[in-house]
């Protein structure tokens, strides 16, 4: 009827920022775990002198070669940079993903293969909007990813118009999501897939079977697969085969794969927000069309320090092996307790109920560490223990290593043998 309100919207709902918007794209998008975790410890006092391996942040040193290509290059925050990036940015990433991956150097073109990032967050967020058809299957597209996971996958299945869907991580699939064991109906709808390996929070390495059927799964749905290695130079006993590799020596190209890399990990420097997207040439293309209209372009000098972190690999090797010296300290320490994780900086610790153990073991013993279902969604609703990180918190093993020790134990004497 003319002129009649539906009752889902009330005649004067006030000013936008004032109501919940049911009908938002957002609504069912959760706070940030670390939003969660504040208001779960809000005015709750610490036990002990706090202590904080809630967040994964490296807070290393920066090295003097990368402020001194941010001095020499200041001047170049005066021009507006290129979405592409520079020549030498390119060159430095080409080289390192033929170098890491093991790829031949002629098949990775610095033109067509490689594009800079604001760090992953911004490409993962931001990948799903080129490529995202308003329907697939007859339906409403899907984006899957694991659960639990870095909650920008989430962001960017539901902003960019999808239904997220969230497949468990276990122990029992080497807490890697089974997309093979997706119904056929739901792999018809399928327009991406997230991967995370090695995996936040578990530490998963994806193996090359893995990656091998998760490729021949993306040729027979149509869909492509969106790595998010950043963890792939913190490693623990070898380091993990990357999705480059395996798709590469699948079908000789990397075509329907992206990959996602980071200096936050790699060289200890989130506040930089540098990474890149590599992979298959066309999907680049489309990739960087749409961010020459829509996308954070990176500034000059950060290119220019962040080349000179790709093309190093003496900081990273002493970054990865104080990253092992401080897990070898943790198994030590939480010894069976724990799993021990194939990369990346955390400790995936089951202890029964992660948001209860969280908040008690900061009040007993001032330590903070993240209740693990706040990565994780529940898969059947009203029923907080079918969150696969319900029973777990995660340790992120950032500081510096007598803090960790002093943490480590306090964790092992409140969690008992
Ligand atoms: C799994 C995962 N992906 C991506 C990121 C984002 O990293 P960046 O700093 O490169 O945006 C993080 C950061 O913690 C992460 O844990």
């Known amino acids: 009827m003319p002129g009649s309100h539906s009752n889902a919207f009330p005649a004067n709902p006030g000013p936008l920022w004032s109501r919940r918007m049911p009908d938002s794209r ?25 202590i904080s391996l809630s967040i994964g942040d490296p807070s290393g040193p920066v090295p003097a070669f990368v402020t001194d290509a941010l001095a020499r290059e200041a001047a170049r925050f005066g021009n507006y940079p290129q979405i592409a990036g520079t020549e030498d940015w390119r060159q430095a990433a080409a080289a390192w993903v033929a170098r890491r991956f093991a790829l031949p150097p002629e098949r990775i073109d610095p033109e067509r293969h490689v594009l800079p990032l604001n760090g992953t967050r911004d490409g993962l967020f931001s990948v799903l909007f080129p490529f995202m058809p308003t329907t697939k299957g007859g339906a409403r597209p899907i984006v899957a990813m694991p659960n639990p996971f870095y909650q920008v996958y989430a962001a960017a299945a539901l902003a960019s118009g999808a239904e997220p869907l969230y497949v468990p991580a276990l122990a029992g699939n080497g807490f890697l999501p089974d997309y093979a064991a997706l119904p056929a109906s739901v792999l018809a709808r399928l327009v991406a897939v997230y991967v995370c390996s090695p995996s936040n929070p578990e530490g998963a390495v994806a193996d090359a079977d893995y990656w091998n059927s998760l490729f021949a799964l993306a040729e027979a749905h149509d869909f492509i697969v969106l790595a998010d290695e950043c963890y792939a130079d913190i490693w623990y006993d070898a380091p993990p085969l990357c999705a480059l590799t395996a798709r590469f020596a699948q079908s000789n190209g990397f075509s329907r794969l992206l990959t996602f890399h980071s200096l936050s990990k790699r060289s200890g420097l989130p506040g930089l927000r540098s990474g890149m997207v590599a992979g298959c040439a066309h999907l680049i293309a ?12 990176v500034p000059t000098p950060i290119l220019a320090a962040s080349a000179a972190c790709w093309r190093d690999e003496s900081h990273v090797a002493a970054n990865r092996a104080a990253y092992q010296e401080k897990m070898a300290a943790a198994q030590s ?85």
């Open 26 to 50: 957002l609504a069912h998008l959760p706070d940030s775990p670390f939003a969660r975790l504040n208001m779960l410890l809000g005015a709750e006092k610490p036990g002990k002198e706090p």
């Open 286 to 297: 489309r990739f960087k069309a749409f961010r020459n209209v829509a996308g954070p372009q």
């Open 333 to 417: 320490i939480l010894d069976d307790r724990m799993r021990r994780p194939g990369g990346g900086f955390f400790v995936w610790l089951r202890v029964g109920n992660g948001e209860d153990t969280a908040l008690r073991l900061w009040r007993q013993e001032g330590v903070r560490v993240l209740p693990g279902a706040y990565m994780g969604r529940e898969t059947e609703p009203g029923k907080s223990q079918s969150n696969p990180g319900f029973s777990y918190v995660r340790i992120a093993l950032v500081s510096d290593l007598s803090t960790i020790l002093t943490a480590l134990e306090r964790v092992r004497n409140f969690v008992g043998p």
